[in-house]
Structures are given as C-alpha cells and as structure tokens.
T-cell receptor
Framework: SAVISQKPSRDICQRGTSLTIQCQVD?????MFWYRQQPGQSLTLIAT?????????ESGFVIDKFPISRPNLTFSTLTVSNMSPEDSSIYLC??????????FGSGTQLSVL | AQSVAQPEDQVNVAEGNPLTVKCTYS??????LFWYVQYPNRGLQFLLK??????LVKGSYGFEAEFNKSQTSFHLKKPSALVSDSALYFC????????????FGQGTELSVKP
C-alpha cells in the first residue's frame, strides 16, 4: 500500500491568487496524478505528473493554469493559478503502486471567494 | 474513447438486505476496473480491482464485484448491507495501453436505512 500525505486539507482563497498543493508519498512510485472533483460531480483527471519532465495535461487543462512539479519519485505539487470561484473544488493526488493499486490522498478542499 | 457509466444516481436499501451498485464500461482492449468509496469530507478509499483472472473479485469491507465481459459490466455487490456502508461509490476504468489514468463514473449515492 501507499500512504499519501496531501496538504493543505482545505483553504479559502481570494480571487486572483494562487495556491500550491503538496502531495508526499511514503514510498517511491512511478506514476502520480492530479484529479479535480467539482461540487457534486465525479473526478476528472487534470494531469499526469512526470518525474524529471513536464506534466502531461488532459484536454481542457493547461500548464499556465495548473503548473505541476515532480522533483522526485515521492513528491509532487499542483498550483492553481489566478484563481476564480469556478476553481472551487476538491483536488486530489493519486499514485499507482507496483501492485496496480491506485491510492488517493485525502484531498484539498478549495473555496475561492 | 473510454467511458464509465453508473446508471443510478442513488441506491436505497434496507440494512441486512443485499445491495448492488451498477457499473458498465466502454474501453478498447482488456480494461482494468476499480471501485472506490468516498465518505463525506474524506478522500477516496480503494475497495477492489479487477485486472485478470477470476471474474468474481473480493474486496474490502465485505464488498465484491463481478466482471462480465460480454455485458461490459462490473457491478459492485454486498450480501448484507450495513448502515455504515452509506457513502458515495465510484466505478473507474483504466486502459493499460493509455498510461495510468483513471476514467471515473459519475458516482452512485448508496443509502442504507436501519
């Protein structure tokens, strides 16, 4: 299994500011992902965080809005830039373990005023 | 394109009765299938997965799911529901030929009444 520490757990931010979310895993994992869960909706993949190279973004998500870092195999950050109320969501990081299990962090609940 | 459908927004069952939460999928090739549960104000918890082998998969908390290739379904089941099973359940599919990303269904709210 994998233990994922994600922080902050929640934040309230002002429009136009940026928030960086951290995801720390207790073991080295090859694949890390960032998802968004908008209120009352399912999860949508934002991007795959690649170690040592630029993240791979899904359709509808761009690096300028959601820059991602992955400096090593246990850590990643997601920044939500120039926030607007539409960015109010739960953001979750996820990892795949060698046993093909996918684990999720506890999520960051973001509210933008 | 990959997709997952959970046809029921909500499922209501009485405690002690069997429960089924439905999931159908569309993906090319052999899919990896998952069920997750989300309790209020908490993250997603892994329940079970199917990759290959026996079509009946047993998971956490007494849940199981049956992979049916001909019907492209992966329904979640439990023989006897508990009030504490009340939560939001997500089915997800991964196409191993397209990396590790998951495609999620829209979720099914399970309500178990005493």
């Amino acid at each position: 299994s994998a233990v994922i520490s994600q922080k902050p757990s929640r934040d309230i931010c002002q429009r136009g500011t940026s928030l960086t979310i951290q995801c720390q895993v207790d073991s080295q994992v090859t694949m890390m992902f960032w998802y968004r869960q908008q209120p009352g909706q399912s999860l949508t993949l934002i991007a795959t965080a690649n170690q040592g190279s630029e993240a791979t973004y899904e359709s509808g998500f761009v690096i300028d809005k959601f820059p991602i870092s992955r400096p090593n195999l246990t850590f990643s950050t997601l920044t939500v830039s120039n926030m607007s109320p539409e960015d109010s969501s739960i953001y979750l990081c996820s990892v795949i373990t060698p046993g093909e299990k996918l684990f999720f962090g506890s999520g960051t609940q973001l509210s933008v005023l | 394109a990959q997709s997952v459908a959970q046809p029921e927004d909500q499922v209501n069952v009485a405690e002690g009765n069997p429960l089924t939460v439905k999931c159908t999928y569309s993906v090319s090739g052999n899919p990896y299938l998952f069920w997750y549960v989300q309790y209020p104000n908490r993250g997603l918890q892994f329940l079970l997965k199917y990759i290959t082998g026996d079509n009946l998969v047993k998971g956490s908390y007494g849940f199981e799911a049956e992979f049916n290739k001909s019907q492209t379904s992966f329904h979640l089941k439990k023989p006897s529901a508990l009030v504490s099973d009340s939560a939001l359940y997500f089915c997800a599919v991964r196409d191993p030929n397209q990396g590790g990303k998951l495609i999620f269904g829209q979720g099914t709210e399970l309500s178990v009444k005493p």
